[in-house]
């Protein structure tokens, strides 16, 4: 078991087991326990700053970890991708589709305008 021991500055601290990624809490001095000692209290990710979940994600913790569940237009484990509205065809005639949180445009060729011009379906 290979430790990285990190220098005391408060009464104790957590020592990282680098072999298994075992979170091991041991304490560097005879005072009386602390609260977390041993590990046994769960993080609550959803109380962090910057929060766990970004763009308006909600946040739920759980024991070792969270989960986000995203706003309409954001995807990811901390909701902080875009989904590409344009990345399937939904512009027709030519049209350049750009993308937007939640939404799209379509932009019309040079000299065209109107809706059989734009978006699929519109």
């Known amino acids: 078991m290979v430790l990285k021991v990190v220098p005391e500055v408060v009464p104790?601290?957590?020592?990282?087991?680098?072999?298994?990624?075992?979170?091991?809490?041991?304490?560097?001095?005879?005072?009386p326990t602390p609260p977390?000692?041993?590990?046994?209290?769960?993080?609550?990710?959803?109380?962090?700053?910057?929060?766990?979940?970004?763009?308006?994600g909600t946040c739920f913790n759980r024991r070792g970890g969270h989960t986000c569940v995203c706003v309409n237009g954001w995807t990811g484990e901390s909701c902080s991708q875009n989904i590409d509205d344009c990345a399937t065809p939904v512009c027709l005639n030519g049209a350049t589709c750009h993308d937007r949180v939640a939404s799209f445009y379509c932009a019309c060729p040079t000299g065209k305008t109107g809706e059989e011009w734009g978006q699929a379906g519109g």
Request: proline share 7%.
């Open 36 to 56: 977390g000692q041993f590990c046994a209290e769960d993080v609550d990710e959803c109380q962090l700053q910057p929060p766990a979940c970004r763009n308006g």
């Open 12 to 31: 104790h601290q957590d020592l990282l087991d680098l072999t298994t990624s075992l979170r091991l809490c041991l304490p560097l001095s005879t005072h």
